[in-house]
């Protein structure tokens, strides 16, 4: 299921997107969120007087439905001290915030809900990949090493290779999601408090996952943002090799697959169109990842292990990098669900060719009692002189294999003229070839339907995160209306 089908979730909002669920449960702002957290968590621990606890609710609910109405410009909690002072007078309303310390706290919801949003893309990439892998699981293709032809593969497993590739990133990206999910609130600056705050109930309220325990860990945490940052660049940097692959092979000189085809034509070229411009985007965009990685690592690296301004910024480059990785992974989305394959142009450039050659030395190696080595060795010259002599594959001639046989052996091998074009040709060598993780159609099928259940488990695990966030926020707001009431 992409993020633009429905969920079928028993929640309110099922009707909804899993990206318009995730942008609904942050529209009442970060620092409303925060703040009314706080408020609720002081207002249970009797810091706020039972006799003050149903109108200080009442405000904090207020502030949550008109939002507009509080000024809270700026990063600190400075805004929320003036609404509360206003509303409730000195005595309550500036004490409601002690003990917590911003804008920390605010980076990191930021953080965290964008990430959320880009690890759902994350997954419709991996979708888009899986389908179109499925769909050419037997579309031969000559396989490439150090950028010569080496073997036969198929496009199925070649795109399985990428998506495997991405999936092992976006692991990265899901702890980095439980990283961005810490409750850092509390710290009091760097030692705690001794007011009877409950940390554990803030986080509750804010749908995290777990705790900074330490007080001055909490108000210097930068290794969270580095994580995710460095996620986000390992799947860029496989999103732009991908692309250059596919810029390569759309070319005239390929011929492998049209991409770019739904962009028009040129602007000074009447006859070209067919532009691989979304290719180039990722591939920018990956580049400036590295940027992005540098900017979150000095962010720490040049600060003391405490409480000081540099960590006011580590929020920038980490969503600068999301930001990117959007790009990155939208572009080619959009690619692999409208690619055209011309799977005859594939076959066809290895067709004649002897690309097959490996599974001839494995044959000879089972029927002709020769080792390896040595029949590699057969098969080498085999090859050169029938090369040298323009004969293609589809027309191997026996008496070139025997003459180097007996070079090597000083025997013929005796293979039948029609075992041995059947031994070269791409088709051969693609259904034999089905070790685990092989190119044999029906291992890259096996391997398919593993990661289209992985997908829905990882799909599943995150609209377990999102599902936490909406329940940790109706249940703030539920505590603040009966407070309202009593």
């Avoid at 009091?188 to 009877?196: C, E, K, M, V």
């Amino acid at each position: 299921m992409t993020n633009q089908q429905k969920e079928t979730s028993p929640a309110p909002d099922a009707e909804l997107s899993v990206l318009e669920r995730i942008d609904k449960v942050h529209e009442p702002g970060y620092m409303n969120w925060i703040t009314a957290s706080w408020a609720m968590m002081f207002i249970k621990q009797g810091i706020v007087p039972a006799k003050d606890a149903p109108e200080t609710a009442r405000v904090v609910l207020d502030m949550w439905e008109n939002p507009v109405t509080v000024d809270m410009a700026g990063p600190h909690t400075y805004g929320a001290d003036r609404h509360f002072i206003k509303t409730l007078g000195e005595q309550t309303g500036g004490s409601i915030m002690m003990a917590r310390t911003q804008p920390s706290m605010r980076q990191m919801l930021e953080v965290r809900h964008e990430l959320m949003k880009q690890v759902c893309r994350i997954y419709d990439l991996e979708e888009a990949i899986i389908d179109l892998a499925e769909k050419h699981a037997a579309t031969i293709m000559p396989g490439y090493t150090h950028f010569r032809h080496a073997q036969p593969t198929t496009f199925g497993h070649y795109l399985l290779s990428v998506s495997d590739a991405i999936e092992r990133s976006t692991k990265t990206l899901e702890h980095g999601c439980q990283l961005m999910s810490l409750n850092e609130m509390g710290c009091g600056a760097l030692a705690g408090t001794s007011w009877p705050i409950d940390r554990d109930l803030v986080s509750q309220y804010l749908g995290m996952e777990g705790l900074i325990e330490n007080a001055n860990d909490a108000v210097c945490y930068t290794d969270g943002y580095l994580v995710v940052v460095a996620g986000l660049t390992n799947v860029t940097n496989i999103a732009s090799r991908t692309a250059l692959d596919l810029s390569y092979w759309s070319g005239v000189e390929y011929g492998f697959l049209d991409i770019g085809f739904r962009r028009g034509t040129s602007f000074m070229m009447p006859q070209k169109d067919g532009n691989p411009n979304s290719m180039e985007f990722v591939r920018t965009r990956a580049g400036q990842m590295l940027g992005h990685l540098t900017g979150v690592a000095a962010a720490g690296l040049r600060a003391p292990h405490g409480d000081v301004f540099e960590m006011l910024y580590i929020a920038e480059p980490t969503l600068a990098a999301l930001k990117a990785a959007e790009t990155c992974t939208s572009e080619l989305t959009n690619e692999m669900r409208g690619l055209r394959v011309h799977e005859d142009r594939m076959l066809a450039l290895i067709r004649e060719s002897y690309i097959g050659a490996t599974e001839l030395a494995n044959q000879m190696v089972r029927d002709h009692d020769v080792g390896y080595r040595t029949a590699h060795d057969i098969v080498h010259r085999f090859v050169v002189a029938s090369r040298e002599q323009g004969i293609p594959a589809t027309r191997a001639q026996t008496e070139l294999l025997d003459q180097a046989a007996e070079e090597v052996l000083g025997r013929k091998l005796g293979i039948a003229e029609e075992r041995l074009r059947e031994l070269l040709t791409p088709e051969h060598f693609i259904n034999v070839t089905d070790s685990k993780g092989g190119i044999a159609p029906d291992e890259v099928a096996r391997m398919i339907a593993g990661r289209r259940q992985e997908l829905a488990d990882a799909r599943a695990r995150h609209l377990k995160r999102i599902e936490l966030l909406e329940n940790a926020q109706e249940g703030m707001l539920s505590d603040l209306r009966g407070l309202c009431g009593a």
